[in-house]
Nanobody, 126 residues
Framework: QVQLVESGGGLVQAGGSLRLSCAAS????????MGWFRQAPGKEREFVAT????????NYADSVKGRFTIFRDNAKNTVYLQMNSLKSEDTAIYYC???????????????????WGQGTQVTVSS
């Protein structure tokens, strides 16, 4: 069992930055690929970014590529999402998730994840 707790959300102006954190407790954090997803009102949850168990590999949604960076610190059991050049369309609840289903690979689909956090709200004002 893994518990995930996100933090770092808030209100920011367009063009600004935020860093989200996701702290994990429970079984060995480094045995999970991690991901960030988001869900805007009235829309389905969508993939944002994923990182492999070691942190060596990452993948991003086209909409955030070049603006967002996912990274992890396995010693601190934490995964981060650095968000720069934020746009109003980035407004959503952001969720982190842990996957035991992809080995040393990456996971970009919600069905590949075993555990989810409760989410943190990010609001970008234009």
């Amino acid at each position: 069992q893994v518990q995930l707790v996100e933090s770092g959300g808030g209100l920011v102006q367009a063009g600004g930055s935020l860093r989200l954190s996701c702290a994990a407790s429970g079984r060995a954090f480094s045995s999970y690929a991690m991901g960030w997803f988001r869900q805007a009102p009235g829309k389905e949850r969508e993939f944002v970014a994923t990182i492999s168990r070691s942190g060596a590999n990452t993948n991003y949604a086209d909409s955030v590529k070049g603006r967002f960076t996912i990274f992890r610190d396995n010693a601190k059991n934490t995964v981060y999402l650095q968000m720069n050049s934020l746009k109003s369309e980035d407004t959503a609840i952001y969720y982190c998730a842990a996957s035991s289903k992809v080995g040393y690979g990456l996971a970009s689909r919600t069905g590949q994840y075993d555990y989810w956090g409760q989410g943190t709200q990010v609001t970008v004002s234009s």
